[in-house]
């Protein structure tokens, strides 16, 4: 184990410590769907709402709080993606609509025939935005994966890749089967071939340091709310893409980035959480990242502490996991898509899809009728396909419900996962 102390983390989140009608705890294994948040980021928001509250760019206290808070959230999600610059991070409500815009947007530069690569293992919000653009010509191609361990078929990207292609579009990791994709190798690949890439970093972001310099894309989405923040989208674009694009726009709002890209007026209060969130990060990092530090060379300050604080979250997080593991592989009948090898826990998040009973039939319990299980014992879970449509197609259970998604969070314990593996015991 870490030097990790989750009792020390859970006092930060207020909503851990409910119950549900009767007195019974509530546990959190929703994390994919959607995080607690520490109190740091509910005083933001209502010192915001408080304080602050105003619309933008007026020679008044509380619009300049205003100006004030957006460019500090500009700067946060900057050093959290580690981005070269404040005016490459565009907020939006939520990753889906900002990946709508930018594909739009993209699409007035392409022709009919142009391709875009999408693939099976991407949530939705993936897909869809591009799939879209079936409609005025350009083709869509699927990057495949291997069903056995759940991850993408790389040996099969450079047939897909040509002088058509004009746009990889890839998850950092899948929220349904939490495989981590080698995003480097890819954008390297893509770039080779004279394409972009777009990462979905939705459910990557939670559960490692992301550094858009080093992963080499072109652009990045991410969501504020699955990591401990509130309902907010970003997106990270580079600099002369975001200048150079047409996106939709109203002919006053600003004509550079970021500005040009954030239509209507912000969620600001969501900004002011925004940027708690982040620090909240940086705060792991400084209380338990040190060890992790040697790793970031040139990094300092918050950059170097949101490093070394989400290799803290995934350290503790890994060791949960293969608790959550070990308990699986005991219980008869249990089944863990994607990579279960012990050696290869960095290869994922701590999101497991599962099914429970006889695997010959692809479960016995239905995993809508064991998510409304642990609902009743209070805890919070998803089934189906969450989204990640193709992945659940792809693997096969979805007339049977699809899967029983248990997300492990940096605020969840031991005991809550030996709870958790007990209930699945007596019904296993
Ligand atoms: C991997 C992944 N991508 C995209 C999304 C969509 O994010 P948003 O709700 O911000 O549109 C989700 C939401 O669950 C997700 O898990």
């Known amino acids: 184990m870490t030097t990790f102390d989750p009792a ?82 565009v907020f939006g409500p939520n990753m889906t609509t900002l990946t709508f815009a930018l594909s739009r947007a993209l699409a007035r530069t392409w022709q009919p025939g142009d391709e875009v690569i999408v693939t099976r293992l991407d949530h939705d919000a993936n897909i869809a935005p591009w799939l879209a653009l079936a409609e005025q010509g350009i083709v869509i191609r699927w990057l495949d994966f291997d069903p056995a361990d759940c991850t993408l078929r790389l040996d099969q990207l450079a047939d897909l890749l040509n002088k058509r292609t004009r746009l990889l579009a890839v998850g950092g990791a899948s929220n349904a ?69 047409p996106a939709y726009k109203v002919r006053p709002s600003d004509p550079q980035p970021p500005g040009k890209w954030m239509t209507g007026t912000q969620n600001h209060e969501g900004l002011a959480g925004a940027v708690a969130a982040v620090d909240y990060l940086a705060g792991v990092g400084e209380t338990y990242g040190t060890a992790f530090a040697a790793a970031f060379p040139g990094f300092a300050g918050r950059r170097l502490h949101l490093k070394t604080g989400l290799d803290a979250i995934a350290a ?10 070990d308990g699986l592989d005991a219980i008869p009948g249990a089944r863990v898509y994607g990579i279960t090898d012990r050696q290869r826990l960095a290869e994922r998040t701590p999101t497991a899809a599962i099914r429970l009973g006889d695997a010959g039939s692809g479960g016995r319990w239905h ?62």
């Open 8 to 89: 020390a983390i859970r006092h930060h989140f207020p909503a851990l410590a409910q119950t549900d009608d009767h007195g019974q705890p509530l546990i959190f294994f929703d994390g994919p769907g959607g995080t607690q948040v520490p109190d740091a980021v509910i005083a933001a928001m209502s010192d915001y709402l408080t304080r602050r509250n105003a619309n933008t760019h007026a020679p008044f206290t509380t619009s300049q709080r205003s100006d004030a808070t957006l460019s500090a959230a500009h700067h946060a999600l900057a050093d959290l993606l580690n981005a070269p610059s404040p005016d490459e991070i």
């Open 177 to 245: 089967v939490g495989t981590i994709n080698p995003l480097a190798e890819m954008a390297r690949q893509a770039h080779e071939a004279g394409a972009l890439m777009f990462v979905d970093a939705v459910h990557l972001a939670p559960h490692a340091a992301i550094d858009v310099q080093a992963i080499g894309c072109d652009f990045l989405a991410c969501s504020v709310y699955k990591f401990y923040g509130p309902h907010v989208g970003a997106l990270w674009g580079r600099y002369d893409l975001l200048d150079r694009l």
């Open 316 to 325: 503790f997080e890994r060791d949960l996991f293969t608790q959550l593991l």
């Open 367 to 428: 995993p809508l009728d064991l998510c409304a299980r642990l609902g009743r014992h209070g805890i919070a879970s998803y089934a189906g396909h969450m989204y990640a449509l193709a992945v659940i197609e792809r693997l096969g259970p979805l007339e049977e419900g699809g899967v029983l998604r248990i997300g492990l969070s940096h605020y969840n314990t031991a005991a809550e996962v030996d709870t958790l593996l007990n209930l699945f015991e007596d019904l296993g």
